[in-house]
């Protein structure tokens, strides 16, 4: 056990004595078993992770039942709509690395065997599978689960990007205070990362297709005893996967990226996951082409449309409808569009993964031949304003806005444009060009999603096209 280095011998009494001081070794007889690390990014300021504490003692008993010891460590988390819209949103993307460095850190510090890694929301997600990716020790990721669908208002049903936009709207006179309130108390009703396609559920359900999660991982409800009872099966799967020593890299590969472009690409996923699952490909010492993204896209039919893109359509409807596991196997009848025999924590390929998940509701999920389009919900865009390539969630974009000419409206930065959307500058026909937000200008590369939001609510959205240097939000 790689754990030996910090527990064996007389020289590593002083170790030792120091474990014990913990409480969490408790005899003679734990120093024999593998050292398991539950990285935890519990925090109680976003929605997604304040449940985590409670998952993280699931977890910790299912280890130590299946005859690991674990040690609980917690990481930072932001949560990205609290931090959006002002210059807090500059500190999110380099959390992500942030993250990565703390499970890195942890892990080789102490020497753990294994980590089970316990996450939920946007940059979170990608950055302990990048740490774990680092490291290179057996690794398992279960997140906390998607929140409940919002409640119906005026005949919708709501979630997060429901009170962006509203904002809009009360901006413009179309809803009253009274309706505003409504929908900032009942839009969000539990704990869970919310309840659309964003960034959050995009990177979990993304997770699963990679082989980095077990099935179930990115659909079922953060409330319900499924994902309690998912929880308790990665806490005794990590001990299975140290001992059969199956790593972070035996399954993140080429083969398992491709399939989970695809998959991202039959969802119309966030455009953050081509950010995200580029980073876990570099960290998996992966090259990966972006144009090989718009290879696969070509060939992969957008069947899953959940809002943003479909605003009635939530996490649990499509976990109602078959989840991801149906989804591949919709998409697994199409030659050459996913590899079959990739591995996953489970210790089966993808293949025996999906075998019989079938779709349980046609309305949610459709099946190929009658996909929403036969091009995949994301493409890569190159040309004079992205020589390098750009991103843009073509799920969401109408048919009108494909082509389009108008004079640009410019802001130099997300503050001015978000003050210039809601006094009304912005008018139909016009490009809102939003300057000086990227990586390095922002710094911090801010998502655009309260001016987006704000664009859509005040009934602008197939009359105005939006481009920045900074990044749009699953939700945009």
Same mark, same amino acid.
């Given at each position: ?19 014990? =001081?913990?409480? /969490? ?19 109680? /300021? ?9 998952? +993280? ?108 936009? =509203? ?58 005893? #499924? ?14 996967? /140290? ?63 959940v809002s943003p893109s479909e605003p009635s359509v939530h996490m649990a409807d499509v976990d109602k409808a078959g989840g991801i596991t ?5 998409? +697994? ?60 969630? =073509? =799920?969401?974009?109408? #048919? ?30 016009? /490009? ?14 801010? #998502? ?29």
């Amino acid at each position: 056990m790689r754990s030996n280095k910090v527990k064996n011998g007389v020289e590593r009494a002083p170790h030792r004595s120091l474990f014990r =001081a913990t409480g /969490v070794v408790k005899e003679d007889k734990d120093f024999q078993k593998p050292f398991i690390a539950v990285a935890n990014s519990f925090v109680e /300021v976003i929605p997604g992770h304040a449940h985590l504490d409670k998952l +993280g003692k699931i977890a910790k008993k299912a280890i130590r039942e299946a005859g690991g010891i674990p040690f609980e460590f917690n990481t930072m988390g932001i949560c990205d709509g609290v931090a959006m819209g002002h210059y807090g949103m500059k500190y999110s993307l380099p959390s992500r690395e942030l993250i990565a460095d703390t499970v890195e850190s942890m892990l080789e510090a102490h020497q753990f065997d294994g980590v089970l890694l316990l996450g939920n929301c946007d940059k979170i997600v990608p950055g302990m599978l990048m740490g774990a990716l680092r490291v290179n020790i057996p690794a398992i990721y279960v997140s906390g689960g998607p929140m409940e669908t919002g409640a119906e208002i005026d005949g919708r049903s709501t979630d997060l990007i429901t009170v962006f936009e =509203a904002v809009g709207a009360y901006s413009k006179g179309k809803i009253s205070i009274d309706k505003m309130k409504e929908y900032e108390t009942k839009s969000c009703p539990s704990c869970g990362s919310c309840a659309g396609m964003f960034t959050a559920n995009s990177m979990n359900c993304l997770a699963e297709v990679i082989g980095m999660a077990l099935p179930g991982n990115g659909t079922v409800i953060a409330t319900t005893s #499924e994902r309690r009872k998912l929880v308790k099966q990665a806490g005794s799967r990590i001990v299975s996967l /140290v001992k059969e020593d199956i790593k972070p890299r035996d399954i993140v590969t080429k083969k398992s990226i491709d399939n989970a472009f695809t998959v991202d690409m039959a969802m119309g996923g966030s455009t953050n996951t081509v950010l995200h699952t580029l980073a876990i490909a570099h960290e998996a010492e992966i090259e990966y082409d972006l144009k090989r993204i718009n290879e696969i896209s070509e060939k992969t039919p957008n069947i899953c449309k959940v809002s943003p893109s479909e605003p009635s359509v939530h996490m649990a409807d499509v976990d109602k409808a078959g989840g991801i596991t149906a989804i591949m196997n919709e998409l +697994g009848k199409k030659e050459g569009l996913l590899n079959k025999d990739a591995k996953s924590v489970s210790g089966k390929t993808i293949g025996k993964i999906i075998e019989g998940k079938s779709i349980k509701d046609e309305k949610i999920i459709k099946p190929i031949d009658k996909a929403f389009s036969k091009r995949g919900g994301l493409r890569i865009l190159f040309g004079n304003l992205a020589e390098q390539g750009s991103v843009v969630k =073509a =799920a969401g974009v109408t #048919e009108n806005m494909k082509s389009f000419q108008g004079p640009a409206r410019i802001y130099e930065s997300q503050d001015d444009a978000m003050t210039g959307i809601m006094d009304g500058e912005v008018q139909p026909g016009e /490009v809102v060009v939003i300057r000086y937000e990227g990586p390095k200008g922002g710094p911090g590369m801010q #998502e655009m999603l309260s001016p987006t939001s704000a664009i859509v609510g005040q009934g602008l959205s197939d009359k105005v096209a939006l481009i920045t240097d900074g990044r749009f939000s699953g939700g945009t």
